[in-house]
């Protein structure tokens, strides 16, 4: 399994991470080159070197540091305290603490990108264990694929019913479709049973739904609401149980 360019932390695996000798940070064997957090901003500092915030992600609390410079004097001018955001850059200690190098960000302005993250960081985490044990025991990748994914389900368990009910009746059909037809061995529903179900459930309406109109539904299942989440491949998915 290949890992993403940036993998999703926390403020308590900012502090328990090894801080190598080269200067690197890692958490569970894996090198920290990018990362990205999320969180609430509690305290902003501007000076004329640099544009500090504090942040709570409900781990507690972590650094977020941007540098003033030529090509970034604007970096995080516009980070207001009491709003969410997403974060993205590099671990570095700065006067004794760790921080995060700011080069990235974006508020949050969605509940639901909250969870998807949430759950993310789980993935991203149980996905890296996994791999490791299974390489450790000769396991195939689909199986800790499969194991770290019915994980992300379990997490997202409770705050499923209330997300639902922001849906139209389209995501919650194609999301009812999902959850009721994961295939044998729980691989997941492929996006070709999703076609034909809707189009004996829809009628006429199910039979004109393009695929680039059910991609744009399944897509806002997994990146607005946090619902949906790919299992094997890109041809498969699965959602949380209500």
Known sequence: MSLPPVIPITAYMLETAT??????????????ALVSVQGRVLRVRHNEITSSFE???STGSLGIVAWNSANSEDLGKDIEEGKFYHFIGQIRTLVGRRCVSLEAYNEITNANQILFNICNTIHTDLAIKDSQRASSAGVTAEGFERS??????????LATPVVLDTLTPMHKTVYTIIRDNVGPEERGCHVLDIVRILKAELGPQGTSLRS????????????????????LDDQYFFVADE
């Not at 200067?23 to 920290?32: D, P, Q």
């Not at 680039?212 to 299992?231: K, M, P």
């Open 148 to 157: 770290a994914s019915n994980s992300v389900a379990s997490a997202l368990n």
């Open 55 to 57: 942040v709570n992600d």
């Open 19 to 32: 801080n190598c000798e080269d200067g690197s940070y890692m958490f569970n064997n894996v090198v920290l």
């Open 212 to 231: 680039e109109e059910l991609g744009t539904v399944i897509d806002a299942l997994i990146q607005d609401h946090g619902l949906v989440f790919t299992s």
